[in-house]
């Protein structure tokens, strides 16, 4: 489907990619040093705080679509649901207390509580976990749209993903937020055109509601309960996603980074409401089209009108944007700060973080190309990583979840290990074509399995003595 983008469309993304620039030059003085770099000063007010969170982490737009138009409502269930209720216990239960804590990385605090070998571990780890990859790629699928199918979408990652290493490289956590703050305006108030021009050419949305396929307001969209416990499993990423560390250590106080998550759950839930109607008017409105993955530029491209069609592609840029260039300063910012600097200790942590932003971004170029799916990425990076962190990184700040210092390092191997070896064997063997699982099981489960039977033993040993 030929997009058709008039001189006004393409002036409001132009006009975006300077407001960008311009975002990012305004400088700090006060946060020159290496907290106001990292954290912008631990000075962050409550709607900046919820501006970052809520554009960050939803960045996966165009999967979001894939889900919403291919399987309906389940798209809520799986990628909406979980992440509410892990992202309340989060606020409830750590975002205070990250906000209490020394450490300014997440991997300062593994570090500080686990010993130097995890904490070197640890930042390998959550150098994947964030990995920009997934984001690099929608990029790379919008502009190629964009400029009518021209050129490799390989081509236009690299050029987007090179322009915020640019900025995000200059303008420290500052920039981000700032540009954050613009992208979660314009996030919204695309999203909001489309579901209203959507609503103007089919109905309203309890007509479309009613119109669609049985299926698709299937709340398992025909999905075994396996598969939807693993998603629910993996929305456990909230609690070791350095997104929301950053965040609720940035807070101006322990209460803005609890309030800042629930208000931005509420947005969250708002939000789901656009993308899962869009989608759906996007199903019943395009009929069959060839990427899922692309329903709402098609939709966009179908139902609006010159400006507003440029207004909303800067909405979609916008969702991914802010999210990459969370993701690369923070992957930036672990390997170069909390790994590389260990040996290259003269470089200064700003420096190394510098570089470190930029392999970030050739790291995600080549993923990209290995895994050319946005959910396949999400799964196979949560599914490995998120079994060897979880209970280390709770235990930081909730100690019944503490496993003893010196095993840790053995148990982050183990158990991140069982859950690849498993991914491994799932993709030679998959028990069904396009699947992960081998002998009937996804591969997260071996991973959890080993870390929660590895903390119960701790606790039976500490209750006996013998730890």
């Given at each position: 489907?030929?997009?058709?983008?008039?001189?006004?469309?393409?002036?409001?993304?132009?006009?975006?990619?300077?407001?960008?620039?311009?975002?990012?030059?305004?400088?700090?003085?006060d946060?020159?040093?290496?907290?106001?770099?990292?954290?912008?000063?631990?000075?962050?007010?409550l709607?900046?705080?919820?501006?970052?969170?809520?554009?960050t982490?939803?960045?996966?737009?165009?999967?979001?679509?894939e889900?919403?138009?291919?399987?309906?409502?389940?798209?809520?269930?799986?990628l909406?649901?979980?992440?509410?209720?892990?992202?309340?216990?989060?606020?409830?239960?750590?975002?205070?207390r990250?906000?209490?804590?020394?450490?300014?990385?997440?991997?300062?605090a593994?570090?500080?509580?686990?010993?130097?070998?995890?904490?070197?571990?640890?930042?390998?780890?959550i150098?994947?976990?964030?990995s920009?990859?997934?984001?690099?790629?929608?990029?790379?699928?919008?502009?190629?749209?964009m400029?009518?199918?021209?050129?490799?979408?390989?081509t236009?990652?690299?050029?987007?993903?090179?322009f915020?290493?640019?900025?995000?490289?200059?303008?420290g956590?500052?920039?981000?937020?700032?540009?954050?703050?613009l992208?979660?305006?314009?996030?919204?108030?695309?999203?909001?055109?489309l579901l209203?021009?959507?609503?103007?050419?089919?109905g309203?949305?309890?007509?479309l509601?009613l119109?669609?396929?049985?299926?698709?307001?299937?709340?398992?969209?025909?999905?075994?309960?396996q598969?939807?416990?693993?998603?629910?499993?993996i929305?456990?990423?909230?609690?070791?996603?350095?997104s929301?560390?950053?965040?609720?250590?940035?807070?101006?106080?322990?209460?803005?980074?609890r309030?800042?998550?629930v208000?931005s759950v509420?947005?969250?839930?708002?939000?789901d409401?656009?993308?899962?109607?869009?989608?759906?008017?996007?199903?019943?409105?395009?009929?069959?089209i060839?990427?899922?993955a692309m329903?709402?530029?098609?939709?966009?491209?179908?139902?609006?009108?010159?400006?507003?069609?440029g207004l909303?592609?800067?909405?979609?840029?916008?969702?991914?944007?802010?999210?990459?260039?969370?993701?690369?300063?923070i992957?930036?910012?672990?390997?170069?700060?909390?790994?590389?600097?260990?040996?290259?200790?003269k470089?200064?942590?700003?420096?190394?973080?510098?570089?470190?932003?930029?392999?970030?971004?050739?790291?995600?170029?080549?993923?990209?190309l290995?895994?050319?799916?946005?959910?396949?990425?999400?799964?196979?990076?949560g599914?490995?990583?998120?079994p060897?962190?979880?209970?280390?990184?709770?235990?930081?700040?909730?100690?019944?979840?503490?496993?003893?210092p010196k095993?840790?390092f053995?148990?982050?191997?183990?158990?991140?290990?069982?859950?690849?070896v498993?991914?491994?064997?799932?993709?030679?063997y998959?028990?069904q074509?396009?699947?992960?699982?081998?002998?009937?099981?996804?591969?997260?489960?071996?991973?959890?399995?080993?870390?929660?039977?590895?903390?119960?033993?701790?606790l039976r040993?500490?209750?006996?003595?013998?730890?």
């Open positions: 489907m030929a997009l058709s983008f008039t001189w006004l469309d393409w002036f409001v993304v132009g006009a975006y990619f300077v407001a960008l620039i311009i975002l990012s030059a305004i400088r700090n003085p946060h020159s040093n290496e907290e106001g770099y990292l954290l912008s000063g631990r000075s962050m007010t709607p900046a705080f919820v501006a970052t969170l809520v554009s982490f939803y960045g996966g737009i165009l999967g979001v679509g889900f919403g138009y291919s399987a309906g409502l389940v798209q809520v269930v799986v909406g649901l979980p992440f509410y209720i892990f992202s309340l216990l989060f606020a409830w239960l750590v975002a205070g990250i906000r209490e804590h020394q450490s300014l990385t997440l991997v300062e593994i570090r500080g509580a686990y010993g130097e070998r995890a904490g070197n571990l640890a930042s390998l780890f150098f994947m976990l964030v920009p990859a997934p984001y690099i790629l929608m990029l790379g699928l919008i502009f190629q749209y400029t009518g199918g021209d050129g490799h979408f390989v236009y990652a690299i050029i987007v993903s090179l915020s290493v640019a900025y995000v490289s200059f303008g956590f500052d920039a981000v937020v700032r540009t954050d703050m992208q979660v305006t314009l996030m919204f108030g695309g999203f909001a055109a209203f021009y959507g609503w103007s050419h089919f309203d949305p309890i007509t509601w119109s669609i396929p049985e299926g698709h307001r299937d709340p398992t969209g025909g999905n075994t309960m598969y939807l416990l693993v998603w629910f499993f929305a456990l990423w909230t609690f070791v996603d350095p929301f560390h950053q965040r609720a250590a940035a807070a101006k106080s322990p209460s803005v980074a309030k800042g998550i208000l509420l947005c969250w839930i708002l939000f409401f656009f993308t899962l109607f869009t989608a759906l008017y996007g199903l019943q409105i395009l009929g069959e060839d990427q899922a329903v709402y530029p098609y939709l966009a491209n179908a139902i609006l009108p010159m400006g507003m069609k909303f592609f800067v909405a979609l840029l916008a969702t991914i944007m802010s999210t990459m260039d969370s993701y690369m300063f992957s930036g910012q672990t390997l170069g700060r909390d790994f590389l600097l260990r040996f290259f200790p470089s200064g942590s700003i420096s190394m973080t510098r570089v470190s932003i930029l392999v970030a971004a050739v790291i995600g170029i080549i993923l990209i290995i895994y050319p799916s946005v959910v396949d990425l999400w799964y196979v990076i599914t490995v990583i998120i060897g962190l979880l209970f280390p990184v709770l235990g930081i700040y909730i100690p019944a979840f503490r496993i003893p095993q840790v053995a148990y982050m191997v183990i158990c991140s290990g069982m859950s690849l498993w991914l491994i064997l799932g993709t030679m998959p028990d074509p396009g699947g992960y699982t081998y002998l009937g099981m996804e591969p997260f489960y071996p991973g959890l399995a080993i870390a929660i039977g590895w903390k119960l033993t701790s040993g500490r209750a006996s003595g013998t730890e």
